[in-house]
């Protein structure tokens, strides 16, 4: 989403994006000419007129999860989106019983908080696993 | 699911959807600053429609219709802006 015209989108779509991703960009492109939506979600920037990097992990029950937000030179990881969605939807599923320690990707061990954990962290998780 | 737009000269815009955006400006406790609303974690995301291009087609787009399904929405300064 982004406060150029739904025509524009159009453009960059057919004109630059498909040369990148094969058969164009398979997600809608929003147009938010005005910034409303921009305001309500804080990412307006209101000298500029335009809205930054925001990045907003929404759950099945519309609730936000997590979000991100970077001045306009700097561009996202794609690759940590998908590895927070993949730790919010382990969390789910486990009904809030487990709980995905720093550097956790898949595969990877999850804690399970609780009155025997307390204090036992360090047995179980090892500071090396925050980056390995 | 998306409603396809016609296409005419005007600029079809979107916005928040729901609750009232801002409170009616009342007289505030002395010293208590207006705080921009902001969204939490763990709080709902504000429902919105939205114009949009996808597929080849002009569409409009509301969140709440994505409801049962992870999402993930971006914002970013303009078209052809590089990064």
Known sequence: MSIDSMYVHKMWNDYELSKMVQGGIPFPMLSDTGGKVGKVYGVYDEDAGVETRGRFIIDPDGVIQAFEVLTPPVGRNVAEAIRQIQAFQLVRESKGTEATPSGWKPGKKVLKPGVDLVGRVWEEWKTEMASD | ?83
Not at chain 2, 21 to 44: D, H, L, R, Y
Not at chain 2, 53 to 79: A, M, Q, R
Request: aromatic letters at 10%.
């Open chain 2, 1 to 83: 699911m998306a409603e396809e737009l016609n296409v005419g000269c005007a600029r079809p815009t979107g916005g928040p959807v729901g609750e009232s955006e801002a409170p009616p400006a009342t007289e505030q406790e002395p010293g208590k600053k207006e705080v921009a609303s902001m969204v939490q974690v763990g709080k709902k995301a504000p429902d919105f429609v939205a114009p949009g291009y996808h597929n080849g087609k002009f569409v409009n787009i509301k969140l709440s219709e994505y409801l049962g399904k992870w999402t993930l929405l971006c914002f970013y300064p303009g078209d052809f802006t590089f990064v």
